[in-house]
Antibody, heavy 119, light 110 residues
């Protein structure tokens, strides 16, 4: 069965960087896109960006360009999202979510990774 | 890109039907038939409930249905049940490999 397992919670200081991982299993990793979505405490969902797990094609939302980097490791079926220059407004749960083949939606989600930015 | 607009809250009694609206623009909801809806219970990851405006994933109850007219998409839950109490988010493809979510709607079962 499809599973997306994310890395554990992180606490970072302002100005630092964080790298969150998402390990996929149960499907052919390289034939799907993987998205990152974040949710600040008590707030709504916000799309961050997407990576093609095969080609490495990337698209980020304008808000995060210059601060976010998405990569993938096909040997371990893992995607990564690194966010730099963290501020308190980056405190959120970060989810990875798979885009099904031929569909513009998110059919499987990771369990979420809480990133807390605090001095 | 601005978030799609949803009502903050919608409520209904068990057995009733409710509809949640999702208002976008001619660059997202109005342009693409790639509107999806997600149900999120507290502390849980979102769950795909409707995709491609009106299609249901396997395993999702047929009490959930979706539609779109112009720049506004809608999610209808019929025969409201206690377990339907959750937050619901719409999402639309917005071109150039980008997506935009709605502001979210809290559904309360009275």
């Amino acid at each position: 069965q499809v599973q997306l397992v994310q890395s554990g919670a992180e606490v970072k200081k302002p100005g630092a960087s964080v790298k969150v991982s998402c390990k996929a299993s149960g499907y052919t990793f390289t034939t799907y896109y993987m998205h990152w979505v974040r949710q600040a405490p008590g707030q709504g969902l916000e799309w961050v960006g997407v990576i093609n797990s095969g080609s490495g094609f990337i698209s980020y939302t304008q808000k995060f360009r210059g601060r976010v980097t998405m990569t993938r490791d096909t040997s371990t079926s893992t995607v990564y999202m690194e966010l730099s220059s963290l501020g308190s407004e980056d405190t959120a749960v970060y989810y990875c979510a798979r885009e099904p083949s031929g569909g513009r939606n998110f059919d499987y989600w990771g369990q979420g990774t809480l990133v807390t930015v605090s001095s | 890109q601005s978030a799609l607009t949803q009502p903050a809250s919608v409520s209904g009694s068990p057995g009733q039907s409710i509809t949640i609206s999702c208002s976008g623009t001619s660059s997202d909801v109005g342009k693409y038939n790639d509107v999806s809806w997600y149900q999120q219970h507290p502390g849980k990851a979102p769950k795909l409930t409707i995709y491609a405006v009106s299609k249901r994933p396997s395993g999702v109850s047929n009490r959930f249905s979706g539609s779109k007219s112009g720049n506004t998409a809608s999610l209808t839950i019929s025969g409201l049940q206690a377990d339907d109490e959750a937050d619901y988010y719409c999402c639309s493809y917005a071109g150039s490999s980008s997506y935009v979510f709605g502001t979210g709607t809290k559904v309360t079962v009275l």
